[in-house]
């Protein structure tokens, strides 16, 4: 097994032997204000350990439209409904240990962000 050792400054119990890795956050929303905080308040802590951060990258806004009949039952005028939804999505990398994550993530998720992980080897 691996011997712990305490690093000054980076937190008490990390293991200093532990590889390095990319750790991909998506994060994807309906709304663009709660979405900016929440990649904001991710960079921010992640700036704070004095880990590598790139991103966060924006990626094209997915917009989907359903066009729908106004009138039940056909008759009448032809009226039509349009109705649309907006996704968001950034992407922000990390290049740190394995380890550290759970004190970058150290905040609440607000409600209508996902959040999914990636990890590869570095």
């Known amino acids: ?19 390095p890795q990319k750790i991909r956050f998506t994060l ?3 709304k663009l ?7 904001s308040k991710l960079v921010a802590s992640a700036k704070k350990e ?10 094209p806004t997915k917009i989907l439209r359903i066009t729908v009949r106004r009138s039940p039952c056909g008759n009448g005028t032809q ?6 939804m907006r996704i968001h999505k950034r ?3 990390l290049i740190c240990p394995a380890e550290y994550i759970k004190k970058v993530t150290d905040f609440t998720i607000e409600p209508g962000v ?9």
């Open 1 to 19: 097994m691996a011997e712990s050792s305490y690093e000054k400054g980076k937190g008490k119990g990390i293991e200093a032997e532990s590889k």
């Open 28 to 30: 994807t929303s309906t």
């Open 33 to 39: 204000e709660v979405l900016e905080s929440m990649t």
């Open 50 to 59: 004095n880990l590598t951060v790139v991103g966060p990258v924006r990626h």
């Open 79 to 84: 009226t039509f409904d349009r109705f649309e």
């Open 91 to 93: 992407v922000v990398n």
């Open 114 to 122: 996902e959040v999914e992980l990636h990890f590869t080897d570095v």
